[in-house]
């Protein structure tokens, strides 16, 4: 019995990951010096103007929240992020984008940036891309987070 579209597109969305995640990962630290988790870590801060509560972090990092724990003490200890309290709620924490920080997610970002063009761009057309794109938008924005 063949695949269904859904269960052909899930294998797809996969396969598609475990493939490039890695190239990617390689080049930017060979670049940079900076590891993919890092990578993604201070795109989100940086996306979120540079400071996140942890929990919010968690949310849209695509690592689990121990994990992410993990890499922001990690970054403090580059320098990278600082961790503050959070003044109105002593349960909580905010991860803080340094300057330094800021400055090497910028640089990475270039060779981030160039990689997913040389995957993606180079491997499929403008239109295919925009579809692909709108399609899983479309399908994060109706899942409503849980």
Same mark, same amino acid.
């Not at 689990?64 to 003044?87: C, H, M, Q, W, Y």
């Given at each position: %019995? ?11 969305? &996969? ?20 590891? &993919? ?16 509560? %942890? =929990? ?52 990475? $970002? ?13 491997? $499929? ?5 925009? =579809?692909? $794109? ?13």
């Amino acid at each position: %019995m063949p695949d269904s579209d859904a269960e052909r597109a899930w294998a797809a969305i &996969l396969r598609t990951h475990a493939r490039f995640v890695p190239r990617l990962d390689k080049e930017l630290q060979r670049a940079t010096g900076l590891p &993919l988790a890092w990578y993604d870590v201070l795109l989100e801060l940086s996306a979120a103007g540079g400071r996140l509560r %942890m =929990s919010e972090l968690g949310e849209r990092v695509v690592l689990s929240r121990t994990r992410v724990s993990r890499i922001v003490d990690d970054l403090i200890g580059a320098g990278f992020v600082a961790r503050e309290a959070n003044p109105a709620d002593g349960r909580s924490s905010y991860a803080i984008l340094s300057e330094e920080g800021d400055r090497r997610f910028r640089e990475a $970002a270039k060779v981030y940036r160039s990689g997913i063009e040389r995957e993606l761009a180079g491997r $499929a057309d403008g239109a295919s891309l925009r =579809s692909l $794109a709108t399609t899983l938008e479309r399908i994060l924005d109706s899942d409503g987070g849980d």
